[in-house]
């Protein structure tokens, strides 16, 4: 490491100002704040400096996807076996499922970064380091037949319209990952619903129905589901690449919160607000849906992916610890809202966790001006205590 780092000081002043290739600063930099922790101190006031840069927080969500990412690739393969009926080893399902899953990630690495270090050169700014986890939040949850030049183009939409028409990472209110969801589902609904998209190369006499669904088109006093409690938790159904195993994603969540880049304020309020949300519609019970258990909303369509790596993304979340207990509680309730009593669309995730960015900065607003308030009042109260005992 100590022969790269030379090398790099030694290239290092063609980058700068007067240098040779000065306007590729934005991507030297890039590369070298990746590779080291970069050198820079404050000179003035006061501040706590972190032994964790961006860069190295989002490595840690890139490490904590990557059993989504290996479970994924595995499920894409077995299911198009499966589907086909067919018997075959462990390497060959991996081997179909990464030659399906992982064209999905590079071109949308590419092309996110892409854009990312041209409006940085344009600019004249560091490179955003936020994409090294949207370019594979964005694959993860989209699924495995999906054509790579939608890839493409949604990734565009993703970070030209989701991020840098607001200033890029750290400025924008809404997920790029789920943007760009949502952008393909409104665009392409065809390739992002029905039960062909889920499975790579489906059979045309397999089924392929998802246990969201199956929920969805369930007649009479109950739902009849293809697939047992245990394939929905070990991940063995139809479903986006990187959503479909809750373990999986738990082993990612058990990362972020040991290593506190997760907020697990906002994990537990989304659970608790489903909870009670679930609870409720099955109070009423006015529908197949409405009867299902509450604690299978925690196992269908993409709610723990949505959960662990989507509702704690630190930028479009609420900033405040009260607020992330809303924000996180009305996910869960708008979760469960959505995929009863919307007919139209089953999976209430993405929605959910889309509206309630808008509303993060309000959430915010009210709690901050609420603990304002509250020492205002605290302040008076010592106020007349301290001219009353003055008096005495």
Do not use: C
Not at 48 to 72: E, H, N, W
Not at 163 to 183: D, S
Not at 210 to 217: F, K, S
């Amino acid at each position: 490491m100590k022969s790269l780092r030379n090398y790099l000081d030694k290239i290092k002043p063609q980058f700068q100002k007067g240098g040779k290739y000065e306007k590729l600063h934005s991507t030297f930099d890039a590369f070298e704040t990746f590779l080291f922790v970069p050198p820079h101190t404050t000179h003035v006031g006061s501040h706590i400096r972190d032994a964790i840069d961006m860069k190295r927080t989002m490595s840690i969500v890139v490490i904590a996807l990557i059993p989504a990412l290996l479970f994924g690739i595995w499920n894409v393969g077995h299911q198009h076996f499966l589907s086909h009926a067919m018997d075959v080893g462990f390497w060959d399902k991996v081997g179909f499922g990464a030659l399906k899953v992982l064209p999905i990630v590079v071109v949308s690495y590419v092309v996110g970064l892409s854009i990312e270090f041209a409006f940085a050169q344009y600019r004249g700014h560091e490179v955003n380091e936020g994409f090294l986890v949207s370019g594979m939040l964005i694959p993860l949850v989209l699924p495995p037949d999906i054509p790579l030049w939608m890839v493409a183009v949604a990734t565009a939409f993703a970070v030209i319209i989701g991020k840098e028409v607001f200033g890029g990472t750290g400025m924008n209110i809404l997920n790029p990952a789920l943007t760009a969801r949502a952008f393909l589902f409104f665009a392409y609904p065809a390739f992002m619903s029905g039960d062909k998209v889920w499975i790579a190369e489906k059979a045309d006499t397999f089924s392929g129905a998802t246990p969201l669904a199956d929920a969805a088109i369930a007649t009479g006093g109950s739902v009849e589901f293809s697939h047992s409690l245990s394939d929905m938790f070990w991940g063995f159904i139809p479903g986006s690449i990187g959503e479909t195993s809750v373990v999986a994603i738990l082993i990612g969540a058990v990362i972020l919160l040991v290593t506190g880049v997760g907020s697990w304020r906002i994990m537990l309020s989304v659970i608790l607000g489903t909870t009670v949300a679930g609870l409720l519609v099955n109070l009423v019970g006015s529908n197949a849906y409405t009867n299902v258990p509450f604690y299978y909303h925690f196992l269908m369509g993409g709610f723990a992916f949505g959960t662990v790596f989507m509702a704690t993304d630190p930028v479009t979340a609420a900033q405040t610890n009260r607020g992330k207990w809303w924000f996180g509680f009305f996910i869960g309730v708008l979760v469960v809202i959505v995929r009863i009593f919307n007919p139209a669309y089953p999976e209430g995730v993405m929605l959910a966790i889309l509206l309630m960015n808008v509303f993060a900065p309000l959430i915010d607003h009210y709690v901050v001006e609420s603990n304002i308030k509250r020492r205002l009042k605290r302040a008076k109260a010592n106020t007349k205590l301290q001219t009353k005992v003055g008096a005495v």
